[in-house]
């Protein structure tokens, strides 16, 4: 292995890593500088079931209109974004644990899975740029992301016989494009999932708190047992 | 969806109407006068803004305008875009986009450096404001469905509601927000109802009840120390007194003790609608002191949407007001009245096909879903549900103050095409709703597009179904 | 602003239905919206109390009348005004008498 392709592989990813933790660490100063208010009303639900249900909305399909009556979307978000952790993943095991790619198998899992999550974004990419309602609200920065995520994932899965002695382009161009991610992301739209648990967090907080979420079931009929605090 | 609409809505470029506020200027109102009610100055306008929106952002605002991943799932959650498939200016997110980009453009990184990748933007002058205020106030009834199918737990409605506010400080608002907001700001109710106005209205209404019920019914004011304040919508003393009639037909069978205030009556807040937290405020904390003042022990809130969610939850938030004292709905204290046997119904006087609108305010912005349905079932013979229902249900059309706006009303009506879809399904003769916006929303959709319906309200059918006992 | 046009007459009315001149006001056209408002073929004597009413009132008070007033100057009980006015006091009645939409949640 060349020293550039094990630089890459280490100090670039773990520079890059650092540069990412900085920024994250500042950008959540910036989130915590904004206020809240307090609850100053009496409970009649309960915040923590109402935020556990926020949370563990995006793995309950079922649970939203938009995902329920759209069961395609959501798995080709589930394969977009399994295929997104296994090449991170991949980025960590190469230089670290090298010995679970030995397996052939195990390479063959990772690789399906990113070139299946490469695939849904060049699903997602096409409806981005055909359909007119999403071409409205598309930014730069919404298209760029996904083509370099798209070409991210292609690299990975071209890197992922981790074969240097075979050649160290792909691997090469794998750790670059990671390490580029690392750091572009903080500035991008791909930073949703550091927002996701605040936007999530406050309003199954507050939904909660009111008692609408979880939902109650659609059971009693009759007048039924009394649910809140009777007088 | 197969409805091909291409031009863009026209209620973006609705004018800002000023006339309203002129007049109330010259007038010397006293809300004007004092400030607590903003008129419209040309001028430097959008730096206030600018101002304004970097001060107020909270923490929930700001990442529901930072973690929107432009996916469009919101899309179809929305009525205004069901009913105009093709006009991308309808979906949620490009509605909250508009509020969206000025947060990026001056508070947040990435639109700072560099705009244009963002999609970031400054308001190009007091034009653009109106049409900002034409977006928020016009294309968008504040009915929070988006929120609920939104995959990343943005609140588009939530940020809607702080545009709105923003906008209401500059008085670049619809001419009625302003009525409205002066009648509520200077009598202390929405439709500048005067305490004689008020009183002789109970007391018509107390001679009616007593005439059926004898001499020992009552409709109380101001009676100290009863368990039940009871808080109404000025609509209530306006124009249609029946519901505090069967309210008190009602509460005089269960042999409840109640009263109105007569001050701090108004459950309504329009302050929910225009933005404004200091209205909001104003508006619940007379509430709560009238309650304070005659040793109430609970607050009863009539059948209201958006008075509910301002006077159960929101108020005590504007007003900062630690909640003391029970508050909820009547629809509440029908469903224990019912379960407790203190009332006696017979659902064969309610022998229509009905069905339930659940408010978008109280369904997805509160929390009574299954209290109506339990009432329902035990007042009507014929109960069926309309579908989607419960937290999933579509907006009267007359959400977020809308049927205080005249100039967006065709918009409104279009709008009502999924509504009217629903209601059409479910056959039924009346449709029931615990909200007065509802009524009228209902209402317009029902006349709208031709149906064979009527709208009725909770304590309507169970007044009706109330069976009195013998000898009163 | 939408027209209604009718027995030769062309009334201006609001988004609403509204008289968009509330000052133009005549009976010919106190008829007219009241076929395409609320779905009235005729008036009887008993719908001109109430709207004769409304617009005395509005005339002296820039105001639309409260419905206790408007039972209380005819003699009628509540329910009876709904019955000559399917949309009621404020979109029925007071729409027939030419008055501009009342402020509020109506
Ligand atoms: C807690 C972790 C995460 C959560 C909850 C999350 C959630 C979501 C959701 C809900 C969407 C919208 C999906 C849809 O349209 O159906 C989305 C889109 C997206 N996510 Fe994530 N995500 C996470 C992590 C990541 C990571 C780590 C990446 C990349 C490194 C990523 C990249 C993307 C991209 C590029 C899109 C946009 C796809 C498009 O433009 O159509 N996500 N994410
Ligand atoms: S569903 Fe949520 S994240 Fe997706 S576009 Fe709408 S608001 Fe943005
Ligand atoms: S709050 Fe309701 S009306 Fe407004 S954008 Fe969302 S779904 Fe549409």
Redesign the pocket.
């Known amino acids: 292995m060349s020293n550039l392709l094990r630089t890459f592989e280490n100090e670039v990813q773990l520079a890059a890593l650092a540069f990412m933790g900085l920024v994250y660490a500042l950008r959540l100063v910036w989130i915590f500088r904004f206020r809240v208010g307090r609850e100053r009303t009496v409970a009649v639900g309960r915040e923590g079931a109402g935020t556990g249900y926020s949370l563990m909305n995006?793995a309950m399909p079922w649970a939203m209109e938009s995902t329920r009556t759209h069961p395609g979307?959501?798995l080709?978000?589930v394969v977009?974004?399994l295929g997104?952790?296994a090449a991170?993943a991949a980025s960590f095991i190469i230089p670290y644990g090298p010995g679970l790619f030995e397996t052939a198998w195990v390479r063959g899992i990772f690789r399906a899975f990113i070139a299946a999550a490469g695939l849904a974004?060049l699903a997602?990419l096409a409806r981005?740029l055909t359909n007119p309602v999403l071409r409205e609200i598309s930014s730069p920065d919404?298209y760029f992301?996904?083509v370099f995520?798209i070409v991210w994932l292609a690299a990975g899965v071209l890197a992922l016989p981790d074969r240097p002695a075979a050649g160290e382009g792909p691997l090469l161009a794998f750790f670059g494009l990671t390490a580029f991610?690392l750091v572009y992301?903080p500035f991008s739209?791909?930073g949703?999932?550091l927002y996701?648990p605040f936007s999530r967090i406050y309003l199954g907080r507050t939904l909660g708190h009111r008692g609408a979420w979880p939902p109650a079931a659609a059971k009693s009929a009759g007048a039924g047992p009394a649910r809140k605090g009777a007088a | 969806m197969s409805r091909r609409t291409k031009s863009p809505s026209g209620v973006i470029d609705a004018p800002l109407d000023v006339a309203a506020q002129a007049k109330a200027r010259e007038e010397g109102r006293p809300s004007v006068r004092d400030g607590r009610l903003k008129t419209y100055e040309p001028g430097a306008n959008v730096g206030r803004f600018l101002e304004l929106l970097g001060r107020r952002v909270s923490r929930p605002l700001a990442v529901s305008l930072t973690a929107c991943?432009?996916?469009?799932?919101c899309a179809e959650s929305c009525h205004y875009f069901l009913a105009r498939p093709d006009d991308p200016t309808m979906t949620p997110v490009w509605k909250a986009d508009q509020i969206r980009k000025i947060f990026k453009r001056h508070v947040d990184w990435t639109g700072r450096v560099a705009p244009w990748w963002a999609k970031a933007g400054t308001p190009d002058g007091d034009e653009d404001l109106n049409r900002l205020k034409n977006v928020v106030f016009g294309a968008c009834s504040a009915c929070r469905r988006c929120t609920f199918n939104c995959?990343?737990g943005v609140d588009t409605a939530l940020l809607v509601r702080f545009t709105r506010g923003l906008l209401t400080e500059l008085g670049i608002v619809p001419e009625g927000v302003f009525n409205v907001s002066r009648d509520q700001w200077e009598t202390g109710n929405q439709m500048a109802v005067t305490e004689t106005d008020f009183l002789e209205t109970i007391e018509w209404m107390r001679d009616d009840l007593r005439a059926e019920l004898g001499p020992g019914a009552d409709i109380p004011v101001d009676r100290p120390d009863c368990d039940i304040l009871y808080t109404i919508n000025p609509r209530e003393i306006k124009f249609d007194p029946r519901s505090i009639a069967h309210a008190a037909r009602i509460f005089h069978a269960a042999g409840a003790s109640w009263t109105l205030p007569k001050w701090g009556w108004d459950q309504t807040n329009f302050g929910l609608f225009s933005g404004d937290d200091a209205l909001g405020a104003y508006v619940s904390r007379n509430l709560y002191e009238a309650a304070e003042r005659l040793r109430a022990r609970r607050i009863v809130i009539s059948e209201c949407g958006h008075g509910y969610r301002s006077t159960r939850w929101e108020g005590y938030t504007w007003s900062g007001y630690d909640q003391k004292l029970p508050t909820e709905s009547i629809v509440a204290v029908l469903r224990r009245y019912l379960e407790e046997g203190r009332i006696v119904v017979d659902p064969g006087r309610n022998l229509e096909p009905v069905t339930f609108h659940d408010s978008c305010n109280i369904a997805r912005s509160g929390d009574l879903v299954e209290e109506p349905r339990q009432v329902l079932r035990r007042v009507c013979a014929d109960f069926r549900e309309m579908h989607p229902n419960r937290q999933e249900n579509f907006c009267c059309t007359g959400g977020g103050g809308l049927l205080a706006m005249a100039e967006y009303r065709p918009l409104r009506l279009e709008a009502g095409k999924v509504k009217a879809e629903q209601l059409k399904a479910t056959e039924a003769a009346l449709v029931c709703t615990m909200c007065h916006n509802c009524i009228d929303g209902l209402g317009d959709v029902i006349k709208h597009y031709h149906l064979p319906m009527r709208v009725v309200q909770v304590l309507e059918l169970v007044s009706r179904a109330l069976v009195l006992p013998a000898g009163s | 602003m939408p027209i209604i046009e009718s027995e030769g007459l062309r009334i201006e009315v609001n988004e609403e239905g509204f008289l968009a001149h509330p000052e133009e006001w005549t009976e010919e056209m106190a008829k007219v919206l009241a076929k395409a408002e609320e779905g009235l073929d005729e008036l009887t004597p008993e719908h001109w109390a109430v709207v004769r009413f409304i617009r005395g009132y509005y005339a002296e008070k820039s105001l639309a009348p409260m419905v206790r007033k408007m039972c209380q100057a005819t003699g009628f009980p509540l329910m009876k005004i709904y019955d000559l006015f399917p949309s009621g006091p404020a979109k029925g009645a007071c729409k027939v008498a030419g008055l501009p939409k009342p402020d509020g949640c109506v």
Not at chain 2, 69 to 73: E, Q, S
């Open positions: 995006i979307r959501y080709e978000f977009l974004h997104i952790a991170i974004g997602r981005r919404d992301s996904l995520l991610l992301v739209k791909i949703h999932y996701y | 991943v432009h996916c469009g799932r995959p990343m």
